[in-house]
């Protein structure tokens, strides 16, 4: 900016409040929108195959290795009560969906809400995703779609914030949104960067990486 327009935001002073505001702003990355956590998702389509099989290896893929036993446990109790009755049945499974998939966001750091249903709305990318690894994707189209919204999520809050820059310095109020733009758009930048390099996962770091969501 020129000396002419010099805004009244020193960077330093736009940084501290990028970073106390980051998380509040809309638009930002943050913990990815999973599916594990919905009844026709991954991992109780896994968890049912294990109680059908009477194997609770499969599960365990899905959890931190301390939080085996409690998974352990609860597995042998769901085989024990959903013998009794189609009604038992129901309720013992769906008991113990809800501990394995709230251990499983626990362990990624995510918060857990409860179950969702089937046919839960999703966003498109998570879906394309799964149909990749399904073989009914190729790879390259999942990966031009998700580029492309990349593309156009930072053209877009380039162009907002670039455009209130230039009239950052006529007032307060303009300065104030210009500073809500640059965090949006900088962290933006920030948080697709980290995740591409590996370093940001359902927005924890030190995630579950056994299997993505």
Partial sequence: MSSKHSSPWSKKAILAIASLSA????????PARAHCDTLDGPVVATARTALEKRDVNPVLSWVKKGDEAEVTAAFQRTLAVRARSSEARELADTWFFETLVRLHRAGEGAPYTGLKPAGADLPHAVVAADKALEGKLPVDA?????????????????????????????????????????VEYVHYVEGIAGMAEGKAAHGAEGAHTAHAD
Wanted: hydrophobic share 40%; proline share 2%; charged share 25%.
């Fill in 23 to 30: 998380l509040a702003l809309a638009g930002l990355p943050g």
């Fill in 142 to 182: 999942l990966a031009k779609h998700v580029s492309s919204q990349v593309e156009q999520g930072i053209r877009e809050r380039f162009a907002r914030t670039a455009e209130r820059r230039k009239v950052a310095s006529t007032s307060v109020e303009a300065g104030r949104a210009y500073v809500e733009s640059y």
